[in-house]
């Protein structure tokens, strides 16, 4: 039996309620009987989702959406200083609570998988969850992303397994005491908040030597940041290390991914046995999501062969390689894709899936501090892309940084042989890759803003 709420948290607010990681743990609260309400900056299919599992939610920031008798706020890192939810809540003296420590008191007392890396965290997190639920556990899960299935991030579960996705962004994740920790990848990213891989190095090592005694890393055997983090946790006692991947050494060994469409047959030796199973999302780099979804719940002693046939029944995340729709012959998928390696993950998942058809890509450039760092790697991986439009950087919580636009990535774009086409105006994009578009191409919008919000427009515009 899952375990109730803390009492702290019977009547929070959530400053950005509607935020991937906000709203999930608001959802289990609610779930759990707590008088849950909030405020985000706009109505959005995740506030109504609140509000129909009964919390309140105010549209806009405002010092008198904070009840007086509120018990904690929860914030986030992106939630700025002089929010004035926030400035109110310290006149009132309610506690500040973030929202990594909020989720780590609902996973209190339940056997967790903490789902950590760089890239593919979404993904992984959502097949043990479709997976687990397929097997009747009942698992409790708060994922980034919603489920393309039962259409949501986040679920209070009966069972005795709590799933999440666990940010390393602004080192949160250190926050949780896992019986299960994955580690997809390690890769320097976030440069607001890491400014060497040292940093990056020493902030996964915390987050693995919070792993209950006796519990397991699931870690990437290929990936060559996952490879020196294995080296640094190797002797800590009391963990068993279980690596997985294409290497003959790996522990679970990933001995062939066979493209059909969009979609892939995996066959892994575990055990000495061959195990072969269904992903139903395309591309090397999610048959690898889905061995390591596999090998983290066969640590917590799920039967190999039950799950690897329920991971088959996970059909993919919303912004993950998610098929819009189709007019006039031309595909359109969307991709959350933002930095370099997962962009050109996603581009050569498509290749794969589409052969000699032409690919567009529609990139939006995700905060200035990631393509001042970033930028030329993102212009070489856009040249995978037959074609590409490439829009201004979209701020998210970030100021500008003088000299830093999307002339970076379009330039080293272009130096790699790319052909690019600049749209500052993003209403002029629909109209623009409309008129690019043939019959048998496919469009992939891509990046983690609002670049999201294009893929029905150009539908729209390629069926007029």
């Known amino acids: 039996m899952a375990p109730g709420r803390p009492t702290a948290m019977d009547r929070p607010h959530f400053i950005g309620i509607g935020g991937a990681g906000m709203s999930g743990i608001a959802k289990i609260l609610a779930q759990r009987g707590a008088e849950v309400a909030g405020s985000d900056s706009r109505e959005s299919p995740t506030a109504e989702a609140l509000r129909a599992l009964g919390a309140t939610v105010h549209i806009g920031h405002a010092a008198g959406h904070l009840a007086d008798d509120a018990s904690c706020v929860v914030v986030s890192s992106a939630i700025r200083e002089d929010n004035p939810e926030l400035a109110r809540a310290a006149e009132l003296s309610i506690p500040v609570v973030h929202r990594s420590d909020a989720l780590a008191s609902l996973m209190h007392g339940l056997r967790s998988i903490a789902v950590a890396g760089t890239h593919g965290k979404t993904t992984t997190t959502s097949m043990l969850a479709v997976a687990l639920t397929e097997l009747g556990l009942d698992p409790s899960y708060a994922i980034g992303g919603d489920l393309a299935g039962p259409g949501t991030n986040a679920r209070h579960g009966r069972g005795d397994i709590f799933v999440a996705e666990a940010d390393e962004s602004d080192r949160s994740f250190q926050k949780y005491d896992p019986e ?12 607001a908040n890491y400014a060497s891989m040292d940093e990056i190095y020493d902030s996964f090592e915390t987050f693995v030597g919070k792993v209950v005694p006796g519990g397991t890393l699931v870690i990437a055997a290929d990936q060559a940041g996952a490879a020196e983090l294995t080296a640094r946790v190797r002797d800590l006692s009391a963990l068993k290390v279980v690596t997985y991947g294409e290497s003959a050494d790996a522990d679970v060994r990933v001995h062939k991914v066979t493209p059909r469409g969009l979609s892939s047959e995996v066959t892994v030796v ?21 061995v390591a979804a596999l090998a983290a719940g066969v640590a917590l002693g799920v039967p190999a062969h039950n799950l690897a046939s329920a991971l088959g029944k996970y059909t993919g995340v919303k912004r993950r390689l998610q098929l819009k729709g189709e007019a006039a012959g031309v595909q359109v998928i969307d991709s959350y894709a933002h930095h370099p ?24 450039p995700h905060l200035f501090s990631r393509t001042q760092e970033l930028g030329s790697e993102m212009g070489q991986a856009l040249g995978l892309a037959d074609g590409s439009v490439v829009l201004d950087i979209y701020p998210a919580r970030e100021d500008p940084i003088p000299g830093v636009t999307s002339e970076l990535i379009i330039e080293a774009a272009r130096a790699a042989g790319a052909d690019v086409t600049a749209v500052h105006d993003r209403t002029r994009v629909p109209g623009v890759v409309a008129g690019m578009a043939k019959p048998g191409d496919l469009v992939l919008t891509m990046g983690a803003g609002d670049v999201t919000d294009l893929g029905p427009q150009i539908l729209e515009h390629l069926s007029s």
Request: charged share 20%; no cysteine; aromatic share 8%.
């Open 180 to 191: 299960v920790a994955i580690v997809l990848n390690v890769e320097l990213d976030h440069h």
């Open 270 to 290: 575990l055990n000495g046995k061959y195990l072969t199973f269904t992903v139903s999302v395309p591309g090397r780099h999610y048959a690898h999501n889905a």
């Open 341 to 364: 390696t997962e962009m050109t993950a996603d581009l050569e998942a498509m290749r794969g899936a589409v052969g000699d058809a032409r690919i567009l890509v529609v990139f939006q």
